[in-house]
């Protein structure tokens, strides 16, 4: 839960890194939400209450998967513009998503310190 409220906390920075963990964790949390709202949207007589949540939260939520997106391609020495490969079919999303499961940089790079606190091995 921590890993879903940092996110919030960040609600808008687009700016630094995000660690795997964080990235995962919050892309987990956000499933298992809208599956409950999905299945709660499926009860009759309460099913356009739960459908609005679910609308609502959706909408809430677009701006902070966006910012811990880019961080997390950050985290990896790309851009956040690279997120826009996902609008490529198929083959973009697929992209993204290797560029997301990937570890970052060890140490420092030019978006910012390891999330992680360990610095790169001097050689």
């Not at 949207?41 to 701006?63: D, E, Q, T």
Request: charged content about 15%; some cysteine.
């Amino acid at each position: 839960m921590e890993w879903y409220i940092g996110v919030l906390k960040k609600y808008a920075v687009f700016s630094g890194r995000a660690r795997r963990k964080e990235y995962w964790m919050f892309f987990l949390f956000n499933c298992i939400v809208s599956i409950i709202l999905g299945l709660l949207g499926r009860i009759p007589g309460a099913g356009s209450v739960f459908g609005i949540v679910s609308i609502i939260y959706s909408l809430a939520l677009i701006v902070p998967s966006l910012a811990v997106a880019v961080r997390r391609l950050h985290d990896t020495n790309r851009s956040g513009w690279m997120f826009l490969l996902i609008l490529i079919p198929l083959v973009g999303a697929i992209i993204v998503l290797v560029f997301s499961v990937q570890d970052g940089t060890p140490g420092d790079n030019k978006f910012g310190p390891n999330p992680k606190g360990v610095s790169a091995a001097v050689s």
